[in-house]
């Protein structure tokens, strides 16, 4: 599925330059720039610190006017880059560096900012299950949102890493929400990996679950980022440094103010408020869920690297992605080819005791 998909966006890419420089070069006179962002999944409270971002004003004094649109999946938001289409995504780390191989289609793109340091994916078991860390997962059935998910090769290499041979593990597409949560429920599968925000729903649904810990070596790696194409980043960095600015404002204004960014995305999106319990209940439950979300944006964060990558990051990633056979063991992936940190003083260039304050006051 990995070889097709980039052989398909490898296609893309070869046909989109003249419409991608068209749309990066373009007039910059008006009063503000438009920025599009892209969600590669239905609209949930995951982008809470965006709609927060929004509602506090801080694109506005970037100077930006900033669309998120939904897309029909991760897998076209490289085609959409290179289309010039969007300037860019909530994606997965993993494309760039399987792209990068002998072979493969090198695709001009590179992470800029890194927007969730510690990955949002985990690996949940029902309290009294057998499997009390990775070691024991050798003849276990897992279930993935779908087949294709890129967070396999990780959860592989880390069972790998605690000597499980991975052909004695039984994967299974499940799906998200109910699904997911009913295949865990009626042992149809042993372990569940999803996402942080999800683990915390089913167990709100009253299911009683334990979260296995990552081996040592991977906790704390990165899960997703922000790309730019390379055009991108020498023909406009002021976006990206501005956008970077304002979404790094939304993360430190959340965790200031969870309510308020909570109240921010049902204003943005009122067909997302619950319709059943009380106000004092769902901004309860939906606090939450959000929290660990946070945690994962906020991970090790201070006042000068939000948004920043490190180099054994990113080795750590290529070898996980060897170990999980979608990076061929010789491969040789310089990891300069596969991030910047050239934005970071940009993005960390604010007050936060100032956005603190205007985070509070929002009612």
């Known amino acids: 599925m990995h070889t097709q998909l980039l052989k398909t966006l490898g296609r893309a ?6 419409a991608l420089a068209a749309a990066i070069s373009g007039p910059a006179a008006m009063a503000k720039d438009k920025f599009v962002f892209a969600w590669p999944s239905a609209i949930n409270s995951g982008v809470a610190n965006f709609t927060f971002a929004k509602a506090l004003g801080f694109f506005d004094e970037e100077g930006l006017d900033v669309e998120l649109i939904v897309l029909a999946g991760s897998g076209v938001i490289i085609p959409q880059l290179l289309q010039g289409s969007i ?14 191989q002998e072979g493969k289609p090198n695709f001009p793109i590179r992470f800029a900012y890194n927007y969730l340091p ?8 029902l309290d009294d299950s057998r499997i009390k860390s990775f070691a024991d997962l050798k003849g276990s059935t897992i279930g993935f949102v779908a087949l294709t998910s890129g967070n396999i090769a990780m959860t592989q290499a880390m069972a790998q890493n605690q000597g ?3 052909s004695t593990v039984q994967k299974m597409g499940v799906g998200s929400g109910v699904p997911a949560f009913e295949a865990l429920r009626r042992k149809q599968i042993d372990a569940l990996n999803l996402w942080d925000t999800m683990h915390v729903a089913l167990e709100l649904s009253g299911t009683k679950i334990r979260r296995i810990a990552f081996p040592k070596e991977y906790q704390g790696l990165p899960s997703h980022g922000f790309p ?20 790094s404002k939304g993360a430190v204004a959340c965790q200031a103010n969870l309510e308020g960014c909570i109240r921010s995305f049902w204003k943005e999106y009122p067909t997302m408020r619950p319709t059943t319990g ?9 606090m939450a869920i959000l929290k660990p979300r946070l945690e994962n944006l906020l991970y090790a964060r201070n006042d000068k690297n939000m948004g920043a990558f490190t180099d054994k990051e990113w080795q750590l990633i290529i070898g996980a992605l060897k170990l999980g056979g979608l990076i061929d063991q010789k491969a040789n992936i310089p990891t300069n080819t596969l991030y910047t940190n050239e934005f970071v003083a940009e993005y960390n260039r604010f007050s936060r005791e100032d956005v603190v304050k205007k985070a509070k006051a929002y009612k």
């Open 118 to 125: 510690r990955s949002i994916w985990e690996l949940a078991v």
């Open 278 to 286: 009380t106000e004092e209940e769902n901004i309860k439950r939906e």
């Open 228 to 247: 730019y194409t390379n055009e991108m980043i020498k023909k406009r960095p002021d976006l990206i440094a501005k956008f970077g600015r304002a979404m």
């Open 164 to 166: 499980v041979d991975w």
């Open 13 to 18: 890419a070869a046909i989109s330059a003249v």
């Open 87 to 100: 300037h860019t995504a909530y994606a997965s780390l993993e494309p760039i560096p399987i792209s990068r």
